[in-house]
């Protein structure tokens, strides 16, 4: 059984930055995706940015070129550099696990809000 810890997150001005963390606990298989969604209700979870066991990564249009995602294979985490934030951004965060096998996890989700 694994499980996602996040942190970060908080409230930003527009044009300001954040830094999104998630670390995987208990097992993990060798080879996993790492993701990061927003939610705004009631619509569904939107994809942001996915990076690869070997880092290759994946952005979403409406965040490429603002928003990096990483990670650091020894710490199981993965970190999502938010900058250039605008009102639109503000959103619940999560992070996503998935494994090699097929197996799933998502974060319990963090707000970021931005505001001036």
């Known amino acids: 059984q694994m499980w996602l810890v996040q942190s970060g997150g908080g409230v930003a001005q527009p044009g300001g930055s954040l830094r999104l963390s998630c670390t995987a606990n208990?097992?993990?298989?060798?080879?996993?995706?790492l993701a990061w969604y927003r939610q705004v209700a009631p619509n569904p979870r939107e994809f942001l940015a996915k990076i690869t066991t070997g880092g290759r990564t994946v952005y979403a249009d409406s965040v490429r070129g603002r928003f990096t995602i990483s990670r650091d294979n020894r710490l199981k985490s993965v970190y999502l550099q938010m900058r250039s934030l605008r009102p639109e951004d503000t959103a619940v965060y999560f992070c996503s696990y998935t494994g090699g096998d097929g197996s799933s996890s998502w974060g319990p989700g963090t707000q970021v809000t931005v505001s001036s």
């Open positions: 208990g097992y993990i298989g060798s080879a996993y995706d």
